[in-house]
């Protein structure tokens, strides 16, 4: 289809121009002034644009610019909040979507779990049921001594707790370390002994008596408390600092004599054998 010239209404067959005003025109050169060195000059700088007479005098109209600009910014305004709707529905489907494809996986996840149990082929529990299970060999035993019990043939319904037995506590040797600085305290021989045994479990007391200035003693000693299986390496002289004395700690405490009742006649004579406890490793004070 042949474009027609705006201002002279005639087919145009040669070079022509489009107002980038507001009535979108296409006109000759020669009807509107213009030279074919301007119009080469129009397409080498895209950046510069042409309008029209008519374009041109509407441009300097201030009521008609506002008008336009209020248009263009309603315009705006309405691409905007359509622009957003259609965000908030896509943002839904998508969630929409993640939500389904979650709780499938993770159904099928339940589904393929092999220790899961399935309520659907779960058997009822019944009373009998109930009774038949066993989870421990502890409660075999004590049903079976139960049930020879009933029959004449047990003896005894105590149930066997070997397998429960708990482990001996292991026995904590006990040394004497002496000739230790009156400022020295119990959280640095703590760590002192750490750093020498290469071990946490260290209990640390200072004997010092009650009551005593420990400004007025020339040098203070520590009880330590650890594992047996130590005792060589606490008594080896490469353990301790230079200056330290130390030795097995002994209580050289004489017996004491402790109060027990009176012995009445035709009296069990175990109730009254009362024994002195002397502990070795005890703390001196």
Excluded at 37 to 44: G, I
Excluded at 47 to 62: A, G, N, R, T
Excluded at 155 to 170: G, I
Excluded at 209 to 224: R, T
Aim: hydrophobic share 35%.
């Amino acid at each position: 289809m042949t474009a027609t010239c705006h201002a002279c209404a005639t087919d145009i067959a040669d070079e022509s121009i489009f107002c980038n005003g507001f009535c979108k025109a296409e006109f000759h050169l020669k009807c509107v002034n213009l030279t074919s060195a301007f119009y080469s000059e129009m397409k080498k700088n895209t950046q510069l644009f042409w309008m029209c007479k008519s374009c041109s005098k509407l441009m300097d109209d201030i009521r008609f610019c506002n008008t336009i600009r209020g248009a263009h910014e309603a315009g705006y305004q309405n691409a905007l909040s359509a622009h957003n709707e259609i965000a908030q529905k896509i943002k839904s489907e998508i969630l929409n979507e993640l939500k389904s494809e979650l709780r499938m996986n993770f159904t099928a996840l339940i589904n393929s779990n092999s220790l899961t149990p399935k309520s659907s082929t779960r058997p009822a529990y019944t009373a009998g049921s109930i009774r038949s299970r066993r989870l421990f060999p502890e409660q075999k035993a004590t049903e079976r001594q139960q049930n020879d019990l009933m029959h004449g043939t047990a003896s005894s319904l105590s149930p066997s707790f070997d397998n429960f037995a708990a482990p001996a506590p292991k026995q904590k040797f006990w040394l004497y370390l002496s000739r230790i600085s009156c400022n020295v305290t119990v959280e640095q021989v703590h760590e002192l002994a750490i750093q020498r045994l290469e071990t946490n479990d260290i209990e640390v007391f200072r004997l010092v008596a009650k009551g005593k200035d420990v400004s007025s003693m020339s040098f203070i000693s520590f009880k330590l408390g650890i594992s047996s299986d130590l005792k060589a390496k606490a008594l080896s002289t490469a353990t301790w600092p230079k200056g330290i004395l130390f030795r097995e700690f002994k209580d050289n405490r004489p017996v004491a004599n402790f109060w027990q009742p009176p012995r009445t006649p035709n009296a069990d004579s175990s109730l009254y054998s009362v024994t002195p406890d002397r502990q070795e490793g005890a703390m001196v004070v």
